[in-house]
């Protein structure tokens, strides 16, 4: 029996998709639950499983068409098996299949597509990797695991295409001399990619954008975090790290400054009860910013337990669109890259965001001496529109207050 093979039914906010990935070809066996393909959007990749046992018998959207939600994008014939219908997909698959690859034993192995990306970046023969996931498929733990024990790096297409540089002629003194091929890639920027860059433009575009910045000692939260590292982790099963104190420092100070967490609608400000605080996080696809919901209700170690979440899943590509919709403000670590010292960019509607950086020893003025500390630049974009530099200044100011001495967040001082 014959069955269509949608889409996903995307929210309001996506108007469409793309293929990205097709995973399984014209006449190949599937199980029920198998990875049939991938559909890229604005803000995730959502996965298309098999229906059922059965064989795909039919692709009617190719990798790179753009898709409606629900729309069809293959016909799945249940219950039949590859035999029964390798006739009728013999000469679709010779059309999708290199000529290197028509036999069985050269076939690619399945990827996931973060290892797919991860595989294609690093230069990695597909068939190299030894897949450790459902069916064989291949993750990016495999890809991370062949990597660390030296399995061969560059695929055979690329090696023997190095080969013929090697024996080139020898060129004039005269003439630039260049080692090694000079190699240029081209591919299309991903939808997510494409999606930030022009929400990047847009609120650059569309705020009067302005950073103010400051300074923070942190040798009391460190000195903290000592003492109580190994107790908070024996106790709640997950490390106490920085970005847990900077966010309950930011919900404090946006109690007490609300502007800072309003938003411009039209000719309206919306002032939120509540804070909604985004966590940027860097994954191979780009740049995502889930949401951390009613933050002024969580503790240190639900703030460390769903960052850590959030971070497993955009690695994964497995943060859902509900996840990153939303938020009243947003704090971005360029720190943890090494970054000193940054201007972040707004994350429409909101008005404002924190950039942390990295801490670094510092000789500073105490008491008339001379001391070294820990210290770490803060700098605070916002939209001038809304927030005057008043009201940014001792946004920064109360948070620099906070997290200098800890205490204060306990006793609300």
């Not at 690859?101 to 990797?129: F, N, Q, T, W, Y």
Request: proline share 6%; net charge negative; glycine share 8%.
């Amino acid at each position: 029996m014959a069955t269509e093979i949608k889409a996903p039914t995307f929210p309001e906010s996506v108007a469409d998709g793309t293929v990205a990935t097709w995973h399984k070809k014209p006449g190949e066996q599937c199980h029920r639950d198998e990875l049939l393909v991938d559909i890229e959007t604005d803000k995730v990749v959502l996965e298309v499983l098999a229906p059922v046992d059965g064989v795909l018998s039919e692709i009617l959207k190719p990798e790179g068409d753009v898709v409606l939600s629900s729309e069809v994008v293959g016909i799945f014939e249940e219950g039949a098996s590859a035999g029964a219908s390798s006739s009728s997909s013999s000469v679709a698959d010779a059309s999708v299949q290199p000529a290197s690859r028509v036999d069985s034993s050269l076939e690619e192995p399945i990827l996931s597509p973060a290892a797919r990306r991860m595989a294609d970046e690093k230069g990695i023969d597909h068939a190299a990797i030894t897949g450790t996931g459902k069916g064989g498929r291949v993750t990016k733990e495999d890809v991370v695991r062949h990597v660390e024990e030296g399995g061969p790096v560059v695929s055979a297409p690329a090696a023997a295409s190095v080969a013929p540089a090697a024996s080139a002629p020898k060129v004039e003194a005269t003439a630039p001399v260049f080692s090694g091929e000079r190699v240029e890639k081209r591919v299309p920027m991903t939808r997510l990619r494409a999606r930030v860059a022009e929400r990047l433009v847009q609120a650059q575009q569309n705020a009067a954008m302005l950073t103010t910045f400051n300074e923070i000692n942190m040798k009391p939260v460190m000195e903290l975090r000592a003492q109580y590292k190994d107790v908070f982790e024996k106790r709640h099963g997950v490390r106490l790290g920085f970005m847990s104190f900077f966010v309950k420092a930011c919900v404090e100070a946006l109690r007490r400054h609300p502007v800072v967490n309003a938003s411009i609608d039209g000719n309206d400000i919306v002032y939120h009860g509540y804070q909604d605080i985004g966590v940027a996080v860097s994954s191979d696809r780009g740049l995502v910013v889930p949401v951390l919901r009613d933050t002024e209700n969580m503790s240190l170690a639900d703030i460390e337990a769903k960052i850590r979440e959030y971070g497993k899943k955009a690695m994964d590509g497995k943060l859902g669109i509900d996840e990153m919709t939303g938020g009243t403000f947003t704090i971005s670590n360029g720190g943890v890259f090494g970054s000193l010292l940054s201007t972040p960019i707004l994350n429409p509607p909101q008005s404002a965001i924190l950039g942390m950086h990295k801490i670094q020893d510092r000789p500073m003025a105490v008491d008339g001496k001379v001391e070294i500390l820990p210290m770490m630049y803060l700098a605070m974009s916002y939209d001038h529109r809304l927030l005057d530099g008043k009201d940014a200044v001792t946004f920064l100011v109360t948070i620099k207050e906070l997290l200098e001495d800890p205490a204060r967040m306990l006793l609300d001082v």
